[in-house]
């Protein structure tokens, strides 16, 4: 042992830097164990890349490893690798740079992130890994050589008021930490990790895909109650997604899905990619065959679990995947991705985005594979998670051009085969210059619905949508191939021939005086009376102005809590139905008293309840038609 002994003493923003470290930045305690393996992987990695570049480099590079050894009744636990190594310079630089980065200015940053979710240039400065053991251990004890080189160097620290670095004469390449364990905590969630189990666990959950084999000594019971030891290794270093595909069977994706997903199906789909270039990335994805229970749970489970460099570092990281996509399960680990001093939030920097945009194209690209080549596998997708997958024309305008070719959407040209909007596009009468579309609760209604009356007769297609989105996204994108996305309950509709042109304006002119009596009889529920077009035989619908917001929208807002204007429609009276012909020569002849107005107020309550609507004054309506029938008999 050499007499080379320094004590250091903590500066006093250091000291304050470390506990705030140790006591705010990190959410479990569990986490020291993983960033102690992924140092000791970072090392062995470095050792291999020096011997490949240095030829005469004296090192042993046959079995690279990671060891844990608990010793139960001293208390530590030990995490020693035979990698790169650190000179007595290394070992001050690197894991002592804490002690000389105590400056207020550190510190300040620190303070103001409060919880790290803004300390994010912070990662790299300093050993803050290495430095999480203080979570766990009262004593820290580091002996280091560095390969290539005949001394070694110890650290210790209790992690308060001093370090102290000396030079050993004798130590095994590489690294080994000693952690000098505090006693369990269960009220604090500090485990016992002199607990085999324990350590087991972590390891399976945080660095079960390291590439180098993690190996721990465990006794196990013997013949005639004798112990034996054994070394176990405890990873499975089976990173499907670092393998080429070749090289994986499907048997494998699916039982990989199955333990990711926490699914019991096999997925639908399995996507194997690689990102190469200024980004570095794998990435192992999946499309589920069925939708989740909590699909639109605002606490459901949102996106894929994050590794770098094999390493666990969240579980549903949605910074890499839009909402619209959050039934996509799977892993992404990145090669150099910036994390926060933490690893437990990621920047929105430059590198995710990029990152999460190339996910977002391959997963689609995948989509309108199967959407041309495996139809019957598309229709099931489509059944599953369409309502969500339209949720990205309203998020991702980037690619709202590919989500509008996977949209598969019923339509009044086959009651059982939904269609594309390529196909509606194809089908359009001459003429034709817009996508009609209804929106409703169901089929049923808007098929039945006068707004369709025309149209139908007419023989003009109209796409029925009835997933709640369908009312937002239809006006947010407006168009489709050059064609506008028209609703048929807004608006006026011009459907006519010439010559049914010319007897409208005749039947308005002779409707005028019906329509301006009515206008003023309903001032306070509409805001027009009309004649139609677009009915055949329904007496009256409700319609309203090309950009008002729809009956359907007005409820969602007022759901959510947003208080809007309530906006009155359009009525629009059939005058070639014999309820409105009636009603015109009642007023002609001078009627216009309490009954003709209530039967105004009939015809608008009808044909609030023919589109599905409400009525505002239910009992008032019933009362009426109750009267009304009572006359008759």
């Given at each position: 042992?050499?007499?080379?002994?320094?004590?250091?003493?903590?500066?006093?923003?250091?000291?304050?830097?470390?506990?705030?470290?140790?006591?705010?930045?990190?959410?479990?305690?569990?986490?020291?164990?993983?960033?102690?393996?992924?140092?000791?992987?970072?090392?062995?990695?470095?050792?291999?890349?020096?011997?490949?570049?240095?030829?005469?480099?004296?090192?042993?590079?046959?079995?690279?490893?990671?060891?844990?050894?608990?010793?139960?009744?001293?208390?530590?636990?030990?995490?020693?690798?035979?990698?790169?190594?650190?000179?007595?310079?290394?070992?001050?630089?690197?894991?002592?740079?804490?002690?000389?980065?105590?400056?207020?200015?550190?510190?300040?940053?620190?303070?103001?992130?409060?919880?790290?979710?803004?300390?994010?240039?912070?990662?790299?400065?300093?050993?803050?890994?290495?430095?999480?053991?203080?979570?766990?251990?009262?004593?820290?004890?580091?002996?280091?050589?560095?390969?290539?080189?005949?001394?070694?160097?110890?650290?210790?620290?209790?992690?308060?008021?001093?370090?102290?670095?000396?030079?050993?004469?004798?130590?095994?390449?590489?690294?080994?930490?000693?952690?000098?364990?505090?006693?369990?905590?269960?009220?604090?969630?500090?485990?016992?990790?002199?607990?085999?189990?324990?350590?087991?666990?972590?390891?399976?959950?945080?660095?079960?895909?390291?590439?180098?084999?993690?190996?721990?000594?465990?006794?196990?019971?013997?013949?005639?109650?004798?112990?034996?030891?054994?070394?176990?290794?405890?990873?499975?270093?089976?990173?499907?997604?670092?393998?080429?595909?070749?090289?994986?069977?499907?048997?494998?994706?699916?039982?990989?899905?199955?333990?990711?997903?926490?699914?019991?199906?096999?997925p639908l789909e399995t996507i194997h990619m690689?990102?190469?270039?200024?980004?570095?990335?794998?990435?192992?994805?999946?499309?589920?065959?069925?939708?989740?229970?909590?699909?639109?749970?605002?606490?459901?489970?949102?996106?894929?679990?994050?590794?770098?460099?094999?390493?666990?570092?969240?579980?549903?990281?949605?910074?890499?995947?839009?909402?619209?996509?959050?039934?996509?399960?799977?892993?992404?680990?990145?090669?150099?991705?910036?994390?926060?001093?933490?690893?437990e939030i990621l920047q929105q920097d430059r590198?995710?985005?990029?990152?999460?945009?190339?996910?977002?194209?391959?997963?689609?690209?995948?989509?309108?594979?199967?959407?041309?080549?495996?139809?019957?596998?598309?229709?099931?997708?489509?059944?599953?998670?369409?309502?969500?997958?339209?949720?990205?024309?309203?998020?991702?305008?980037?690619?709202?051009?590919?989500?509008?070719?996977?949209?598969?959407?019923?339509?009044?040209?086959?009651?059982?085969?939904?269609?594309?909007?390529?196909?509606?596009?194809?089908?359009?009468?001459?003429?034709?210059?817009?996508?009609?579309?209804?929106?409703?609760?169901?089929?049923?209604?808007?098929?039945?619905?006068?707004?369709?009356?025309?149209?139908?007769?007419?023989?003009?297609?109209?796409?029925?949508?009835?997933?709640?989105?369908?009312?937002?996204?239809?006006?947010?994108?407006?168009?489709?191939?050059?064609?506008?996305?028209?609703?048929?309950?807004?608006?006026?509709?011009?459907?006519?021939?010439?010559?049914?042109?010319?007897?409208?304006?005749?039947?308005?002119?002779?409707?005028?005086?019906?329509?301006?009596?009515?206008?003023?009889?309903?001032?306070?529920?509409?805001?027009?009376?009309?004649?139609?077009?677009?009915?055949?035989?329904?007496?009256?619908?409700?319609?309203?102005?090309?950009?008002?917001?729809?009956?359907?929208?007005?409820?969602?807002?007022?759901?959510?809590?947003?208080?809007?204007?309530?906006?009155?429609?359009?009525?629009?009276?059939?005058?070639?139905?014999?309820?409105?012909?009636?009603?015109?020569?009642?007023?002609?002849?001078?009627?216009?008293?309490?009954?003709?107005?209530?039967?105004?107020?009939?015809?608008?309550?009808?044909?609030?309840?023919?589109?599905?609507?409400?009525?505002?004054?239910?009992?008032?309506?019933?009362?009426?038609?109750?009267?009304?029938?009572?006359?008759t008999l």
């Amino acid at each position: 042992m050499s007499d080379r002994v320094e004590t250091l003493e903590f500066q006093a923003e250091a000291r304050q830097l470390l506990q705030l470290m140790v006591h705010s930045i990190y959410s479990n305690k569990d986490v020291f164990l993983r960033e102690l393996i992924s140092n000791a992987s970072d090392a062995l990695d470095k050792l291999r890349l020096e011997s490949l570049v240095d030829k005469d480099l004296d090192v042993d590079t046959a079995d690279l490893h990671i060891e844990l050894e608990i010793d139960k009744d001293a208390r530590t636990l030990t995490v020693r690798d035979n990698g790169i190594g650190m000179s007595r310079d290394e070992v001050v630089g690197l894991i002592g740079t804490i002690a000389k980065s105590g400056t207020a200015e550190l510190l300040r940053k620190l303070r103001e992130s409060q919880d790290a979710a803004a300390s994010q240039e912070l990662i790299g400065q300093f050993g803050v890994g290495f430095y999480a053991t203080f979570m766990v251990a009262d004593k820290v004890t580091l002996v280091t050589r560095r390969a290539g080189q005949t001394g070694g160097t110890r650290w210790e620290s209790t992690g308060e008021g001093t370090y102290s670095v000396e030079a050993v004469d004798e130590a095994p390449q590489g690294t080994s930490v000693t952690l000098h364990l505090k006693p369990a905590d269960t009220e604090d969630n500090l485990h016992d990790y002199t607990a085999e189990w324990t350590v087991r666990e972590i390891v399976k959950r945080y660095s079960d895909f390291i590439a180098w084999p993690i190996r721990m000594t465990v006794e196990r019971p013997g013949e005639e109650g004798a112990t034996t030891t054994e070394t176990q290794t405890l990873n499975s270093m089976k990173a499907l997604w670092a393998r080429s595909r070749d090289e994986v069977d499907e048997a494998e994706y699916h039982e990989f899905y199955k333990h990711v997903a926490r699914d019991w199906a096999d997925p639908l789909e399995t996507i194997h990619m690689r990102g190469e270039g200024t980004f570095e990335y794998e990435a192992l994805l999946f499309l589920p065959s069925h939708a989740p229970l909590d699909l639109f749970s605002p606490q459901g489970r949102r996106g894929v679990q994050l590794y770098v460099k094999r390493v666990f570092i969240m579980d549903d990281c949605d910074a890499l995947m839009p909402n619209y996509l959050r039934f996509v399960k799977g892993v992404v680990d990145a090669h150099d991705l910036s994390l926060n001093i933490s690893r437990e939030i990621l920047q929105q920097d430059r590198q995710i985005r990029a990152v999460r945009r190339r996910l977002v194209k391959k997963v689609l690209a995948t989509l309108t594979e199967m959407k041309a080549e495996r139809a019957e596998a598309y229709r099931t997708f489509w059944t599953e998670f369409g309502p969500v997958v339209k949720e990205g024309l309203l998020e991702d305008t980037d690619n709202s051009e590919t989500l509008l070719n996977l949209l598969r959407l019923a339509s009044t040209h086959d009651a059982d085969e939904p269609t594309t909007l390529a196909d509606y596009v194809a089908r359009m009468k001459d003429g034709q210059t817009e996508i009609y579309y209804a929106t409703g609760e169901s089929r049923g209604t808007i098929e039945n619905s006068p707004h369709l009356e025309a149209f139908r007769a007419k023989g003009y297609e109209v796409l029925i949508l009835t997933d709640p989105v369908d009312e937002v996204w239809v006006e947010r994108v407006g168009a489709y191939d050059g064609k506008s996305l028209r609703s048929v309950a807004k608006g006026q509709v011009d459907l006519e021939t010439e010559e049914e042109k010319a007897k409208t304006e005749a039947e308005r002119k002779e409707y005028a005086d019906l329509l301006t009596w009515m206008s003023e009889a309903l001032a306070d529920s509409v805001k027009e009376v009309r004649l139609s077009s677009r009915l055949t035989t329904s007496p009256a619908c409700v319609v309203g102005d090309a950009h008002d917001m729809t009956p359907t929208l007005e409820k969602m807002y007022r759901a959510m809590g947003q208080e809007v204007p309530r906006v009155k429609r359009i009525l629009e009276l059939n005058p070639g139905h014999p309820l409105v012909t009636g009603l015109r020569k009642a007023h002609e002849q001078g009627a216009e008293g309490a009954a003709l107005t209530e039967t105004a107020e009939l015809l608008y309550g009808m044909a609030l309840l023919a589109e599905g609507g409400d009525l505002t004054d239910p009992a008032r309506f019933t009362r009426i038609l109750a009267d009304r029938l009572a006359r008759t008999l």
